[in-house]
């Protein structure tokens, strides 16, 4: 079955710092990998997305880049801001996408300032 | 364009009552997703509907979960006698078709409490 895997939070950093959140994945067939941010009492907004191998998918500042070879989608920013302070999910869909997204457990980051 | 909309917010119900949760997908969406979040997890999907269709309901609890999508009006999900385990935030997500590629759109969710 499909799976995601995301580093545990809380992840806390200073203002202007790099950010970088690890998600690695195991999918059946050719996987769409994205990125969520839910802010806190909120739904979830797509953040970025990427459909095939080697894809970088990126918004606001944030890239991630779909690595078949090592089935990650990694989360990355140069200078974080405080208004980054969320939760991030990293999910997949596969296959015909019936069985809807696969989620991580998210990884709540906190930029202090 | 609205967004997906979700009703009501928050909803607190009684263990054995009933809780419906509303969700009207985004114009021109006719796919709708329901998923649920449990504390500090991530969301776990449910069922998915088409109108007048569940497609894959492969994620709903065997038991007192059901859920519909009619041909007009929004889609429901409803949970018969709630117990405490119940409560989460429940989510809904829509898209204009299904398939790998298709980006889901989630409205603000429905906060269920049972006390």
């Known amino acids: 079955g499909n799976s995601v895997t995301q580093m545990e939070g809380p992840v806390t950093l200073s203002e202007e710092a790099f950010l970088t959140i690890n998600c690695t994945y195991t999918?059946?067939?050719?996987?769409?990998l994205f990125w969520y941010v839910q802010y806190p009492g909120e739904g979830l907004q797509l953040l970025l997305k990427?459909?095939?191998?080697?894809d970088k998918g990126s918004n606001k500042g944030f890239e991630a880049t779909y690595r078949k070879e090592t089935t990650s989608f990694h989360l990355e920013k140069g200078s974080v801001q405080v208004s980054d302070s969320a939760v991030y999910f990293c999910?997949?869909?596969?296959?015909?996408?019936?069985?809807?997204?696969?989620f991580g457990k998210g990884t709540h980051l906190i930029i202090q300032p | 364009n609205a967004g997906v909309m979700q009703n009501p917010r928050h909803l607190v119900r009684r263990r054995g009552q009933e809780a419906r949760l509303r969700c009207s997908p985004m114009k021109g969406h006719s796919h709708v997703y329901w998923y649920r979040q449990l504390p500090e997890e991530g969301l776990k999907f449910m069922v998915y509907l088409q109108k007048e269709n569940i497609i894959d309901e492969s994620g709903m609890p065997k038991e007192r979960f059901s859920a519909e999508f009619p041909k007009e009006g929004p889609s429901i999900l409803r949970i018969q006698q709630v117990v405490r385990g119940d409560s989460a935030a429940y989510f809904c997500a829509s898209s204009p078709s299904t398939g790998v590629k298709e980006t889901q759109y989630f409205g603000p969710g429905t906060r269920l409490l049972v006390l």
């Open positions: 999910a997949l869909i596969s296959g015909g996408g019936a069985d809807g997204l696969t």
């Open positions: 999918a059946t067939g050719y996987p769409s």
């Open positions: 990427a459909t095939k191998a080697d």
